[in-house]
């Protein structure tokens, strides 16, 4: 079983950059691929990024690509997620999530969840 706790968001102006990050604990990443998620109020949680490092496999979603990066510090089971440029729209709850297999979706669909972290962001 896979444990995953998340951290790093708060509030912050239109531009400004967080780094979020993912710390998992009870197995390790090895071919797991892990991903980020988002949730406004009312809507549908929306895939962000993901990623297998063994395979060398990287998705982002349109909206962030260029902006957010993913990244891995596989000595302690932590995946990162860099957001910079900010902008309102992308305020939201933000999950980080694990899969068994090593193959990268983009539905909200993986195994396990973090409990989520909040991210606002003013204009």
């Known amino acids: 079983q896979v444990q995953l706790v998340e951290s790093g968001g708060g509030l912050v102006q239109a531009g400004d950059s967080l780094r979020l990050s993912c710390t998992a604990s009870?197995?390790?990443?090895?071919?797991?691929?892990m991903g980020w998620f988002r949730q406004a109020p009312g809507k549908e949680r929306d895939f962000v990024a993901a990623?297998?490092?063994?395979?060398?496999?990287?998705l982002y979603t349109r909206s962030v690509e260029g902006r957010f990066t993913i990244s891995r510090n596989n000595a302690e089971n932590t995946v990162y997620l860099q957001m910079n440029s900010l902008k309102p729209e992308d305020t939201a709850v933000y999950y980080c999530?694990?899969?068994?297999?090593?193959?990268?979706?983009?539905?909200?669909?993986?195994?396990?969840w973090g409990q989520g972290t909040q991210v606002t962001v003013s204009s």
């Open positions: 990623s297998n490092w063994d395979f060398g496999t990287t």
């Open positions: 009870g197995r390790t990443f090895s071919s797991s691929a």
């Open positions: 999530a694990a899969r068994v297999s090593p193959v990268v979706l983009t539905t909200p669909t993986y195994e396990y």
